[in-house]
T-cell receptor
Framework: DTAVSQTPKYLVTQMGNDKSIKCEQNLGHDTMYWYKQDSKKFLKIMFSYNNKELIINETVPNRFSPKSPDKAHLNLHINSLELGDSAVYFCASSQEPDAYGYGYTFGSGTRLTVV | AQRVTQPEKLLSVFKGAPVELKCNYSYSGSPELFWYVQYSRQRLQLLLR??SRESIKGFTADLNKGETSFHLKKPFAQEEDSAMYYC??????????FGIGTKLQVIP
């Protein structure tokens, strides 16, 4: 019973392609996130959704578009992929407010390689 | 906004030596802080939360309001402790950027 599941785990694609990464959580959390982890392990937030509503939209290229069909799903679509998009993308969820201090639950990550 | 900083990118210790991973915060009010761990090529996992005052895998972290710190400590490092460690405030509406974290390298 994976709490936060991402697919695919690995994605190798050519520059210019369009790709999607899917994320689902079965924890009943209200808030979901996409994080990007670069080769230096720097973990930066990209988007946050609360009950299907966009809450945080950091400065990322508009080639990245999140979609939340319901509060249990947050997908990430990337258009016109570039070499610099190569990274590990993590989905996460949390409860808002986090009254019991459970913090984030992360997915296993999607390693995207653009060639 | 709640902010945390981890001043060390890399911490190398010998097996059996004490470990202290530093985390400082800079916001007012009652802070809520967490430590996350990421083993090689794995997902980030919640390691400790200050609210529970627990010890996980021998690690402890105490909130020091005077020094605005939440350092992660372990008296005797083990090789399997080698990982990336991230200190972070809670999620939700806040713009939480975990930052670069600290890589702990335990030398056999």
């Amino acid at each position: 019973d994976t709490a936060v599941s991402q697919t695919p785990k690995y994605l190798v694609t050519q520059m210019g392609n369009d790709k999607s990464i899917k994320c689902e959580q079965n924890l009943g959390h209200d808030t979901m996130y996409w994080y990007k982890q670069d080769s230096k392990k720097f973990l930066k937030i990209m988007f946050s959704y609360n009950n299907k509503e966009l809450i945080i939209n950091e400065t990322v290229p508009n080639r990245f578009s999140p979609k939340s069909p319901d509060k249990a799903h947050l997908n990430l679509h990337i258009n016109s992929l570039e070499l610099g998009d190569s990274a590990v993308y993590f989905c996460a969820s949390s409860q808002e407010p986090d009254a019991y201090g459970y913090g984030y639950t992360f997915g296993s990550g999607t390693r995207l390689t653009v060639v | 906004a709640q902010r945390v900083t981890q001043p060390e990118k890399l911490l190398s210790v010998f097996k059996g030596a004490p470990v202290e991973l530093k985390c400082n915060y800079s916001y007012s009010g009652s802070p809520e802080l967490f430590w996350y761990v990421q083993y090689s090529r794995q997902r980030l996992q919640l390691l400790l939360r200050h609210i529970s005052r627990e010890s996980i895998k021998g690690f402890t972290a105490d909130l020091n309001k005077g020094e605005t710190s939440f350092h992660l400590k372990k008296p005797f490092a083990q090789e399997e402790d080698s990982a990336m460690y991230y200190c972070a405030p809670p999620g939700g509406y806040q713009k939480v950027t975990f930052g670069i974290g600290t890589k702990l390298q335990v030398i056999p």
